[in-house]
């Protein structure tokens, strides 16, 4: 097996991620641009993308990272505009651009186009979450099209594998898709809730950081393959437990923690970049086997629908914020009014990514019968252009038109308030129980630990009320700032001279190590507090 083109991919794609932080372009826009311009450059490897690995392989930890992210209450309370643009919108969509692409394309049946519906009908996880932490939406938004990209996928496969089967032949009736979505939706949320508490009880009673972290690296593909090996959705498994687990991880150990955040990040830059690469490197697999669509003729049906695509988000999304509240005071009472504004970002944000173009080259190449699948190449084709557009489009314009909107920005003075307040309640408790296990003789502490126990206490209590402060007028810091500063120096000091003291032999490396790692968790508390 030859490695060098999996590590030329992710030695590259994640060079030009780096590269597009120094940009105004969001990262996947560049990616997707980078790779279609590297997709004819002489000697590239040809990259098909399989969805063999995509689905299995690359989809479950990108939908972990997103929901461990995500926040199990805000997508409780936005639980029904979530439900009508994850379910509702995804068969909406599936039908209104099935039937267009019929329309539009000559000789492509009714069965095939549907398929091609249901295959660019969710919006990307990963395009749009990116987009949302770039450009700073309100978090109710940002919320809602987290919990859609998250759940989008289940609909769009069950859509597809329904679509697929009338498509080749197997006889599918409207009771049997809507029997084979439900045993999809509710089996994956079972296997989903069966899973979440044993896996929480191993993360809390495993005691190595390193054993924690590998189970924290299995558990997206261990649950999405138990819940495909039932038939079940295996993208709701995985984010029903990636839900729990995130929204119960002040209960792992905090060297968990640390490592487990680290790892993760690092897993999702690297997909997060390989993926978008990917989509640009398919142009050459799409171009080859047009036959007949070549030239003008292609390009008008991928504009067509690519409009089509963008017209019926629009559709749904505009009726779907507003006409439940107009029949519903509940609904009024209980949710915030989602503005024009809202319904506009949201609308907009429909890129499509990786998972679209994964569903369409596992079409099959032939029916039941031997016979080719019909026009298989112009789906492929339309699914490209399609994710190409929404990205290019979409992702591009999304920033600016969220910048002339106008939403109201975050106030860092009342955030700042609200954590001061936490803290000082949080230090409060902490005290108490100071003094409570003080007054035990078992834990006995001369009066100077006893003092500096305090001391970091009263220091975490003070350091939130600080950045509300007056700040330094030759450095522009808060105290707070220059503390943490000094603090970072003194420890790179010690660093330095550890590191003298073991190339002078005083200290062998295991003690550097050691004596290392305790400095570097110190810093990184330092870090986090800046943060």
């Known amino acids: 097996m030859d490695v060098m083109p999996l590590l030329l991919l992710v030695a590259g794609s994640a060079a030009v991620a780096a590269g597009a932080r120094r940009t105004p372009v969001p990262a996947p826009l560049l990616l997707v641009a980078v790779g279609l311009a590297v997709s004819y450059v002489p000697g590239v490897p040809d990259y098909t993308l399989d969805p063999d690995v995509v689905l299995p392989l690359l989809l479950p930890p990108l939908l972990y990272t997103s929901a461990t992210d995500s926040s199990y209450l805000d997508l409780r309370a936005q639980l029904r505009p979530v439900a009508l643009l994850s379910v509702g919108y995804v068969l909406f969509a599936t039908f209104v651009v099935g039937w267009a692409a019929y329309v539009i394309v000559p000789g492509l049946p009714l069965t095939a186009a549907l398929v091609l519906g249901a295959v660019v009908a969710p919006p990307d996880a990963v395009a749009a979450t990116a987009v949302a932490r770039r450009v700073g939406l309100p978090s109710r938004i940002t919320t809602i099209l987290q919990g859609e ?8 496969i069950t859509a597809y594998k329904v679509a697929l089967a009338a498509a080749v032949g197997e006889g599918a009736t409207w009771a049997g898709g809507i029997g084979e979505f439900l045993l999809a939706a509710v089996g994956g949320v079972g296997v989903g809730l069966l899973m979440m508490v044993p896996i929480h009880w191993l993360r809390t009673h495993l005691k190595e950081a390193l054993l924690q ?7 997206p593909f261990v649950a999405y393959a138990v819940a495909e090996q039932v038939h079940a959705s295996g993208v709701l498994a995985v984010v029903v437990v990636a839900l729990y687990l995130g929204h119960r991880a002040w209960e792992v150990d905090f060297a968990t923690r640390l490592q487990e955040e680290a790892v993760w990040k690092m897993v999702a830059f690297v997909l997060e970049s390989a993926v978008f690469a990917l989509i640009g490197l398919q142009l050459p697999v ?9 030239g003008l003729d292609a390009a008008l049906y ?3 629908l690519f409009l089509v695509v963008v017209v ?12 439940p509240r107009m029949f519903s005071a509940r609904i009024r009472e209980r949710e915030d009014n989602p503005t024009w504004k809202g319904a506009m970002t949201t609308a907009w944000a429909g890129m499509r990514g990786v998972v679209s173009l994964a569903i369409a080259f596992s079409i099959p190449l032939t029916v039941h019968g031997g016979a080719p699948f019909p026009q298989r190449n112009i ?5 490209f252009t399609t994710v190409i557009g929404t990205l290019v489009v979409q992702g591009l314009s999304l920033p600016p038109i969220i910048r002339l909107l106008k939403f109201p920005g975050r106030d860092p003075q009342a955030e700042t308030l609200a954590e001061a307040n936490a803290q000082a ?10 003094n409570a296990l003080l007054e035990d003789e078992r834990n006995a502490l001369p009066p100077p630990l006893a003092d500096r126990l305090r001391e970091v206490l009263e220091r975490r209590r ?6 509300l402060g007056a700040t330094n007028p030759v450095t522009g810091e808060t105290v707070d700032d220059t503390y943490r500063r000094l603090s970072r120096e003194m420890i790179s000091a010690e660093r330095s001279m550890f590191v003298r003291l073991r190339d002078g032999r005083y200290i062998d490396d295991e003690m550097l190590r050691t004596l290392l790692r305790r400095l570097d968790l110190e810093e990184a508390a330092a870090y986090r507090e800046a943060a």
């Open 379 to 383: 789906i492929l084709f339309l699914t």
């Open 462 to 467: 003070n350091a939130v009320w600080e950045r």
């Open 302 to 304: 991928a504009i067509a």
């Open 213 to 219: 972290n590998t189970l924290s690296l299995l558990i």
């Open 286 to 294: 799409v171009l080859k086997g047009l036959g007949e669509y070549r």
């Open 149 to 156: 990209s998250l759940l989008n996928d289940a609909t769009a």
């Open 425 to 434: 309640q949080a230090s409060r408790v902490a005290e108490k129980r100071l």
């Open 312 to 323: 019926t988000r629009f559709v749904w999304v505009y009726p779907a914020a507003f006409l």
